[in-house]
């Protein structure tokens, strides 16, 4: 399976992106989607998760705290796409961002798309 991400780019603090991560190979609506992000120097964390549609809890979602009420997870399984609607970014947001998938024993990443935040 792939995951690729594109979207990203240079924003003024404030700004707003949307980021987009195109799924193939496997089963989207199967798959528990994630998204990542990775500064430079720094560890990979998570930025927020949505659940898989199916479930009781189908298309909750879950937020990092440095992100929660300014970044919006969301999934069209029709188009096995997962979104990152980023809004009032700030300096510390700069990263790769990436997309993840995750199903028991099967996971995928994609290869990253560069937010970098600057006035």
């Known amino acids: 399976g792939h995951l690729v991400e594109s979207g990203g780019g240079l924003v003024q603090p404030g700004g707003s992106l949307r980021l987009s991560c195109v799924a193939s190979g496997f089963a989207f609506s199967s798959y528990y989607m994630s998204w990542y992000r990775q500064a430079p120097g720094k560890e990979r964390e998570l930025v927020a998760f949505?659940?898989?549609?199916?479930?009781?809890?189908?298309?909750?979602?879950k937020y990092a705290d440095f992100v929660k009420g300014r970044f919006t997870i969301s999934r069209d399984d029709a188009a096995n796409t997962v979104y990152l609607q980023m809004n009032s970014v700030k300096l510390e947001d700069t990263a790769v961002y990436y997309c993840?998938?995750?199903?028991?024993?099967?996971?995928?990443w994609g290869q990253g798309t560069q937010v970098t935040v600057s006035s």
């Open positions: 949505i659940n898989r549609p199916g479930e009781d809890t189908a298309d909750s979602t």
């Open positions: 993840y998938a995750e199903a028991g024993p099967y996971d995928y």
